[in-house]
């Protein structure tokens, strides 16, 4: 009776000990059957995936953007927010920036802006801080990339408005005035005198060089002459100081530098009164 006790007893503690042996077996081939399909999942999704890119189609609510498109029409608004620019002009500026032609095009042509009011915005930027007659801001927007009649829009918007005469069907200037405090000015002839001024802070000229200046920028002869006839001007001190000019880089006789004063249009009296006052 003792010998088949023991022996039952050594006999269960065998059938414990294999069944711990084949759970843990168990355990472990299944954590690796279950490491081994993870890997699998990982390395079939790193196989499969695609690199992104600007061809990269970015899905929203709206649309079907790439990336490039995407961040061109969004640089187009940035520059439409501190300046004017012309279709064109922007266009250019993005491809500057990087951006494909395509991009840029699709950018510029998507980013709401109306190109007559640009031109208009750009016209008055450049009047905020010069002097212009109108054709010279006409040609000045046409640089820029604006088409004529965008160029056209733009003067007329900030007051150089372009009227048909009836009697001849020749273009002329809107008689329109600009009101100021002191005056009734056309906005040509404030342009004009504004820069009949630049010129004299920086230079000496005669009476009708300064208006032959005028109109070489594009102001009529009307607008020239209204602006150096009310400039302020002492036009024999204009030839004072342009004898003085003269004589700093080069030597000329009493006779020569006269003349050369009347070559540049003053009087001949101003002329000499010029080389007087520098000590001929």
Known sequence: MENKAKGFKGKSIFLRMWNIIAITVLVVIIGISGGCSNQTEEISSIATREPLSKSTVISDNSSNLTLGQQNALSKAEDYLNYSAFSHDGLVEQLEYEGFSDEEAVYAVDNCGADWNEQAAKKAQQYLDYSSFSRDGLIEQLEYEKFTPNQAKYGADTVGYEEISSIA?????????????????????QQNALSKAEDYLNYSAFSHDGLVEQLEYEGFSNEEAVYAVDNCGADWNEQAAKKAQDYLEYSSFSRVGLIEQLEYEKFTTNQAIYGADAVGY
């Open 168 to 188: 001849t069907n020749e273009p002329l200037y809107d008689s329109t005035v600009i009101s100021d405090n002191s005056s009734n000015l056309t906005l040509g």
